[in-house]
């Protein structure tokens, strides 16, 4: 299926993402809207009382903002920093587990802020039933976190699996997840969309699991893989029941030798409201100044 319009610009457009493109990271700064509350899934290293720690770090309570707060935040981010070339939605909870808030956010942003790149993340269970609302939304950047393709190993992560209101368990829902990941990844890919891949590295889990992972990636075609270190949420099954986090060597160790795949190495697991250059996080700068979001994040699916 052919859905795509506007994706002739996306290969200048990543010249000014900082995430797809370690130079861009230099000069060009993010802001991500916490506009999505809710999660689809219930992944072993989260608690929902946090952000989604697919791409952002656990343990710091968001502020939800609604899609016009979201608008001023773009605004109150570019008086600290003006080169704002990013908008994305990611979290605290999963884009499109709710889609309303994410597609008003971007079509906003589209409105007041045209030469903004719109970018967002996913578990992917709800993707391919809205790539074509995101691509007629002008969202050109996804990123998708996929952590296994075995779904022995997936049902080790992931406590249910919530698909158009019925709750999966065990390896039914890793196989539904899973389906519905690859199933999207390949559609958005054949329509131009940028895919980038996320896998959290659970040690003792998935962490041997990183090659096998990457030569389907390449197969897809997917344009970036990063691989980042589990940190379980406080209150979390893996937190519970003592699963340490991955460190940095563990990374190097998964990916080292991956061939034929670009990795991501510059990522910060930034915050789902985080604001500007990467390694320069102004949210916390803003938060105390400005007060748009009311409502805390503690949404329970
Ligand atoms: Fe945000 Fe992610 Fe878009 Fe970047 S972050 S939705 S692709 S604009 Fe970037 Fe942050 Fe790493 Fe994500 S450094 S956590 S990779
Ligand atoms: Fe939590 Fe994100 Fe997993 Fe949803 S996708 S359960 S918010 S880590």
Redesign the pocket.
């Given at each position: 299926m052919r859905i795509n319009q506007s994706m002739e610009n996306t290969g200048a457009e990543i010249e000014r993402?900082?995430?797809?493109n370690l130079e861009a990271s230099h000069s060009y700064g993010?802001v991500?809207l916490p506009v999505a509350a809710r999660c689809n899934i219930s992944c072993n290293y989260c608690h929902r009382d946090y952000d989604c720690p697919n791409?952002?770090r656990p343990g710091v309570t968001s502020r939800l903002l609604k899609p016009e707060e979201a608008v001023l935040r773009i605004y109150e981010a570019k008086k600290f920093f003006n080169n704002i070339s990013?908008a994305?939605?990611?979290g605290p909870g999963d884009s499109l587990a709710d889609p309303e808030n994410t597609f008003k956010t971007f079509k906003l942003i589209k409105k007041e802020f045209p030469e903004i790149i719109l970018?967002?993340?996913t578990n992917g269970l709800n993707l391919a039933e809205n790539a074509k609302y995101l691509d007629e939304t002008g969202v050109k950047?996804i990123?998708v976190t996929l952590n296994s393709i075995n779904t022995k190993i997936a049902s080790k992560i992931y406590r249910y699996v919530n698909y158009k209101g019925v709750i999966y368990k065990g390896e039914e829902a890793a196989g539904i997840l899973l389906e519905k990941q690859l199933e999207s990844i390949a559609l958005c890919i054949d329509n131009g969309f940028l895919i980038?891949i996320?896998t959290v590295l659970i040690p003792g889990i998935n962490d041997l699991h990183i090659k096998e992972l990457s030569k389907v990636l390449k197969k897809l075609g997917v344009y970036l893989f990063?691989v980042?270190p589990m940190i379980p949420a406080e209150k979390s099954f893996f937190h519970k029941i003592g699963i340490k986090g991955a460190g940095r060597h563990d990374i190097v160790n998964a990916t080292n030798g991956l061939e034929g795949i670009n990795i991501?190495k510059?990522?910060?697991?930034?915050r789902s409201d985080?604001a500007g250059l990467?390694g320069n996080d102004l949210s916390a700068k803003f938060n105390e100044e400005t007060d748009h979001g009311k409502e805390k994040c503690c949404s329970k699916v």
């Amino acid at each position: 299926m052919r859905i795509n319009q506007s994706m002739e610009n996306t290969g200048a457009e990543i010249e000014r993402h900082p995430c797809f493109n370690l130079e861009a990271s230099h000069s060009y700064g993010r802001v991500h809207l916490p506009v999505a509350a809710r999660c689809n899934i219930s992944c072993n290293y989260c608690h929902r009382d946090y952000d989604c720690p697919n791409e952002s770090r656990p343990g710091v309570t968001s502020r939800l903002l609604k899609p016009e707060e979201a608008v001023l935040r773009i605004y109150e981010a570019k008086k600290f920093f003006n080169n704002i070339s990013v908008a994305a939605v990611a979290g605290p909870g999963d884009s499109l587990a709710d889609p309303e808030n994410t597609f008003k956010t971007f079509k906003l942003i589209k409105k007041e802020f045209p030469e903004i790149i719109l970018c967002m993340s996913t578990n992917g269970l709800n993707l391919a039933e809205n790539a074509k609302y995101l691509d007629e939304t002008g969202v050109k950047f996804i990123t998708v976190t996929l952590n296994s393709i075995n779904t022995k190993i997936a049902s080790k992560i992931y406590r249910y699996v919530n698909y158009k209101g019925v709750i999966y368990k065990g390896e039914e829902a890793a196989g539904i997840l899973l389906e519905k990941q690859l199933e999207s990844i390949a559609l958005c890919i054949d329509n131009g969309f940028l895919i980038k891949i996320n896998t959290v590295l659970i040690p003792g889990i998935n962490d041997l699991h990183i090659k096998e992972l990457s030569k389907v990636l390449k197969k897809l075609g997917v344009y970036l893989f990063n691989v980042m270190p589990m940190i379980p949420a406080e209150k979390s099954f893996f937190h519970k029941i003592g699963i340490k986090g991955a460190g940095r060597h563990d990374i190097v160790n998964a990916t080292n030798g991956l061939e034929g795949i670009n990795i991501m190495k510059h990522c910060r697991q930034c915050r789902s409201d985080a604001a500007g250059l990467l390694g320069n996080d102004l949210s916390a700068k803003f938060n105390e100044e400005t007060d748009h979001g009311k409502e805390k994040c503690c949404s329970k699916v």
